[in-house]
């Protein structure tokens, strides 16, 4: 059972977009799609280590800004001919509200 | 004897509460029945009908004094419950009279979301709810004006009713599409192509300012850009909200409706609640057909009975005053999910499918819907469709037949739709051609000129041959943008000329896109075509902006950012110095680097300093120097006649004017220019994308250098002799450059592909093109021209911050 905190609102996120929340284990990406649905992933591509926050979001995937890795944001996995798999976090909208999982913003705390 | 029921609310939910109830056990209660309305219950879904002429009143009321008087329902119409008393069971109405209660049922429905703009409560602004609204749009004239706030289902039903009366009427919505919970991007984009054609006007990514008034009466909305758009009665369609007053005042759970459980129970077990006034199990309801199964199960549990309400899969299929539209399931993008995507540009008709592991989950249709019910069944059911996988965006009655044309784009183009910009040729006379002889791409050019002169729509006048001869012509492969399309970069500028596409999703319908919206290779080239060709109708999209030109700054290897501001004509002051080197004090700037463009780069900045280090900035007058941009960069000068002894004209001054009337402007790539002030070119002139190098008698304008992974030399357009025909061509040379280059191409790859001459005739030769060329320049810059910087630390410096911060803190 996931115990949800509230981020923001999703207006805060731009459609097609996508900002941070920071960590001391790093940034967690999280994203918003045209369709408004919302995925968080850890924002560093397993290429370089590219900011995935600031790539393109297309359909349910974003392209890292730095060598065009395309990620699908629901698994995380990297589409096409790169292989690769970037950590991905539950979260979900409600009553207009982004909500991640408060214990895997816990862990990212202790770690 | 029989027990007394008081229902709350004469609406669609309580009336079919009612009928069943009274079918079933005509004798069980007593039923009174108040209504804040001034009239018992009338199909509410047909009041667009009405406002649109087509129905009267008396043809949608459900139930008359007749009825009600047959079924011995005592009315209280017009009145409203002051309170209710749970313990004493008994209501006060709000003359005073205190009525006893069995059961009390809540049908108290919703009330419309007024968005508390200034103004709002001017009289003349409404909303579009009972019939009294209604009547208000009925009273207006053909002359007058209305605007509607709200693109949803409820405004857009407003703006057609009215429209059909000839009134004047203007949409105004938030959201960049219409109807986004119900549509997706392309069906919106149709949907708003008919409400134009009705003479509508759309406007969308709209924000309200507030509500401009006269001696209490509305006369404008004002929008936060500035327009105001005059009207004689504005309609607020924004939503509703589920009205719950009545219920929390006599202590019954709440949330955004009232709760009830699955017997349409409310936490007291002698209330019920039906309609758009309950939650249950975290939703609430909108549309008839829940809220007539609420009704049934209501009226079963007022007779003891057991039965159970239970959400079942919607599906919305709607009428907006002759557009079909349809929308089921969920149509979100997803891993796993692979959409079928279908349009037909001739016919307006878009279809999408969603489907996940064999399943169809999602559809959305626009102009063509009769075969929705099949799909919608198909989702209901959770049929598996791998065997009818390739058929089955085409429907049921689908039986064999041939795959998608790729042709189809072209083919449904009309005769006089332009092919060939430079020579102005249209499909038909290409078409004549073909059918007087010409068989091939060489003789569609001797005859008709088309694809003759720059060759950019060589793809298209080639899709018109395969179109028209079929197999006879074979169609020579080109690569296409992406894989969202068969299309090239040449095909789809010309579409977005030619049939005047001012929209991502009008593009997308309008060239057959495969994909729902396009991918990070596409969409930066579309966003970059439609605000060159369209600067007025098209608002630039920074989500389809890659992220240099989305943050403006370029990002590095480790996420961090360098900012470059602009030294016009690479002349700085020591004011500009200290603040540059107070900036890189202050936010840690760890390298300070001098580029080659004649400037000065602060790298490493991190994101979320950037608006503070560029309001530091512009405060010592400097701006973006767009180092970032595909755009133009800078102009390097030399010093020219102000120090050089062999200087022959002011090189450093024509440089700054030509960065301050070109700065701001987007184009296909980088734009760099440079200005030496003699031969000696010291400014390094000639292997920039535009040079000037000054001589005794003018200014000789080349064009195509570069030193990049190609290095090439200008080559000369033209000599002229005076500094203002000199910034007069190369606006028109950019203008040229920006209308016809390929995204990602350089001038001298553009200049490979359509040839000098081209240039030369339209840009040096026609002084009527020439001329055009720049106004068309200026126009676009009327809206580029101006700081992104500035522009982002007033509006958008939130957006730079984390979403949040539990760096320092336990997330608890």
């Known amino acids: ?111 | 004897m029989k027990k007394k029921l008081i229902i709350i609310g004469a609406g669609m939910a309580t009336g079919r509460a009612l009928e069943t109830l009274l079918v079933t056990a005509p004798d069980a209660y007593d039923v009174t029945l108040f209504n804040a309305e001034p009239r018992g219950n009338y199909n509410r879904i047909m009041l667009s009908p009405v406002l649109a002429g087509d129905k009267t009143y008396a043809e949608i009321e459900t139930h008359d004094a007749q009825w009600y008087a047959d079924n011995g329902v005592t009315c209280r119409f017009g009145e409203k419950i002051a309170s209710i008393d749970r313990v004493a069971k008994t209501v006060t109405a709000a003359n005073g009279d205190v009525l006893a209660y069995d059961k009390l049922m809540f049908g108290t429905g919703s009330n419309p979301f007024i968005i508390p703009l200034p103004g709002h409560d001017l009289e003349g602004v409404i909303a579009y709810r009972d019939l009294e609204d209604t009547e208000r749009m009925m009273g207006l004239g053909p002359v007058s004006k209305c605007v509607v706030i709200g693109g949803g289902l409820l405004g857009l039903e407003a703006a057609a009713g009215m429209a059909a009366r000839g009134v004047d009427v203007t949409v105004v919505h938030i959201m960049g599409h219409l109807m986004e919970r119900q549509l997706d991007e392309a069906a919106g984009y149709l949907l708003r192509r008919a409400l134009v054609d009705k003479g509508i006007t759309i406007k969308c990514s709209a924000n309200s300012k507030e509500i401009l008034g006269k001696d209490g009466y509305v006369r404008a909305l004002l929008l936060d850009d500035g327009t105001e758009l005059p009207c004689d009665l504005l309609v607020m369609a924004v939503g509703i909200r589920p009205n719950v007053a009545l219920a929390a005042e006599a202590g019954l759970a709440v949330g955004r409706g009232i709760h009830v459980d699955d017997q349409m129970l409310t936490s007291d077990a002698d209330i019920l609640a039906v309609g758009e006034c309950v939650e249950h199990d975290g939703a609430i309801f909108g549309l008839v057909a829940p809220l007539y199964d609420q009704a049934r199960v209501a009226a079963k549990t007022l007779l003891g009975e057991h039965a159970t309400f239970v959400q079942k899969e919607l599906s919305t299929k709607l009428k907006v005053t002759g557009c079909d539209l349809f929308s089921a399931g969920d149509f979100a993008d997803g891993d796993g999910r692979e959409d079928i995507v279908f349009r037909d540009p001739a016919r307006g008709v878009y279809r999408r499918l969603v489907i996940e592991n064999d399943v169809v989950i999602g559809a959305v249709m626009y102009g063509d819907t009769a075969d929705s019910n099949w799909f919608f069944g198909l989702i209901r059911d959770k049929t598996d469709i791998a065997e009818m996988r390739d058929t089955l965006i085409f429907g049921p009655a689908y039986q064999g037949g041939t795959p998608l044309d790729p042709l189809a784009a072209v083919a449904a183009l009309s005769r006089d739709a332009e092919i060939c910009g430079c020579n102005g040729i249209c499909k038909g006379q290409i078409e004549d051609a073909i059918a007087a002889g010409a068989g091939d791409l060489a003789a569609i050019k001797a005859t008709t000129k088309a694809s003759a002169s720059c060759g950019t729509c060589t793809g298209l006048v080639e899709q018109v041959l395969a179109a028209t001869l079929g197999d006879d012509f074979v169609l020579p492969a080109a690569a296409s943008i992406c894989a969202c399309t068969d299309m090239t970069h040449e095909d789809v500028r010309r579409m977005i000329k030619s049939q005047r596409l001012t929209s991502m999703p009008a593009v997308w319908q309008e060239c057959g896109w495969k994909t729902s919206c396009g991918c990070h290779v596409c969409r930066p080239a579309l966003n970059f075509y439609l605000l060159a060709d369209w600067p007025l109708e098209y608002q630039d999209d920074p989500q389809s902006r890659f992220i240099n030109e989305r943050k403006h700054a370029n990002i590095q290897k480790d996420g961090t950012f360098s900012v470059v501001p602009r030294m016009w004509g690479g002349i700085t002051t020591p004011d500009e110095l200290r603040a540059i080197a107070d900036a890189a004090d202050k936010y840690a700037v760890p390298t300070v680097k001098v580029t080659g463009g004649q400037r000065i780069d602060l790298l490493g900045v991190k994101g979320e300093d950037l608006p503070a280090i560029w309001a530091d900035l512009n405060a010592a007058g400097m701006v973006s120097g767009h180092a970032y941009s595909k755009g133009l960069r800078t102009v390097k000068t030399c010093v020219g006649t102000d120090h050089c002894r062999f200087g022959t004209q002011d090189s450093t001054g024509l440089g700054i004017k030509l960065e301050k009337t070109l700065w701001g402007s987007w184009t296909p790539h980088k734009l760099k220019l440079g200005v030496s002030g003699c031969p000696r070119n010291c400014a390094e002139a000639t292997c920039k994308d535009i040079g000037v190098v000054c001589v005794d008698s003018g200014f000789q304008i080349s064009i195509g250098g570069a030193a990049g992974m190609d290095v090439r030399e200008t080559e000369l357009l033209v000599q002229v002799a005076t500094e203002e025909e000199t910034i007069n061509l190369i606006k028109a040379i950019t203008q040229s450059y920006r209308e016809n280059a390929r995204y990602l191409d350089r001038i001298y790859k553009w200049m490979g592909k359509v040839g000098m001459d081209w240039i030369k005739e339209r840009v040096v030769e026609d002084l009527a093109e020439r001329a055009a060329l720049v106004e068309r320049f200026e126009l676009s810059q009327t809206i580029y021209r101006r700081d992104p910087w500035a522009d982002h630390v007033r509006d958008k410096s939130q957006s730079y911050r984390p979403l949040a911060n539990f760096s320092l803190e336990a997330a608890e």
């Not at chain 1, 923001?8 to 990406?29: E, F, H, M, N, Y």
């Not at chain 1, 994203?31 to 900011?51: I, K, Q, W």
Request: charged share 20%; hydrophobic share 40%.
């Open chain 1, 1 to 111: 059972m996931s115990d949800w905190m509230d981020i923001a609102a999703l207006d805060d996120v731009p459609q097609r977009g996508s900002r941070v929340v920071k960590t001391p284990g790093g940034c967690v990406a999280v994203f918003r799609t045209a369709e408004d649905e919302v995925y968080a992933l850890n924002n560093s591509c397993p290429h370089m280590g590219g900011p995935l926050s600031e790539g393109i979001v297309h359909g349910a995937s974003v392209t890292c800004p730095l060598h065009n890795w395309v990620f699908s944001l629901e698994t995380g996995q990297a589409r096409g001919a790169d292989i690769g798999r970037v950590d991905t976090y539950p979260a979900k909208v409600e009553n207009g509200r982004i909500l991640l999982d408060k214990a895997t913003l816990n862990q990212r705390i202790v770690a």
